[in-house]
Nanobody, 123 residues
Framework: QVQLVESGEGLVQAGGSLRLSCAAS????????MGWFRQTAGRQREFVAA????????YYAHSLKGRFAISRDNNKNMVYLQMNSLKPEDTAVYYC????????????????WGQGTQVTVSS
């Protein structure tokens, strides 16, 4: 069973930056495609970004590409989400997710989930 633990929760002003981290355990990290999703109250979970097993390929929600960057460190079993030029509409609970297959933006195709971490962007 894969365990995912997010960190980096915070309150930041619009225009600022924040980096989220996610620690994975329970399976060789290089087996896992890693992703980030986010959710606001009353809305479905939204795909943010994902990264391939080795980290040499990434894909993003079209609206976020250029401001957000996903990366991973396979030596540390960590995945990161660097968020820049934050906007109040980026306020959400951010979830780390993992799966064995690459290419999906659908939350239903990610098997493993963290508990979520709150990001609040003030105007």
């Amino acid at each position: 069973q894969v365990q995912l633990v997010e960190s980096g929760e915070g309150l930041v002003q619009a225009g600022g930056s924040l980096r989220l981290s996610c620690a994975a355990s329970g399976r060789p990290f290089s087996d896992l495609v890693m992703g980030w999703f986010r959710q606001t109250a009353g809305r479905q979970r939204e795909f943010v970004a994902a990264i391939s097993w080795s980290g040499n390929s990434t894909y993003y929600a079209h609206s976020l590409k250029g401001r957000f960057a996903i990366s991973r460190d396979n030596n540390k079993n960590m995945v990161y989400l660097q968020m820049n030029s934050l906007k109040p509409e980026d306020t959400a609970v951010y979830y780390c997710a993992a799966d064995l297959t690459y290419g999906s933006r659908d939350e239903g195709e990610f098997t493993y989930w963290g508990q979520g971490t709150q990001v609040t962007v003030s105007s």
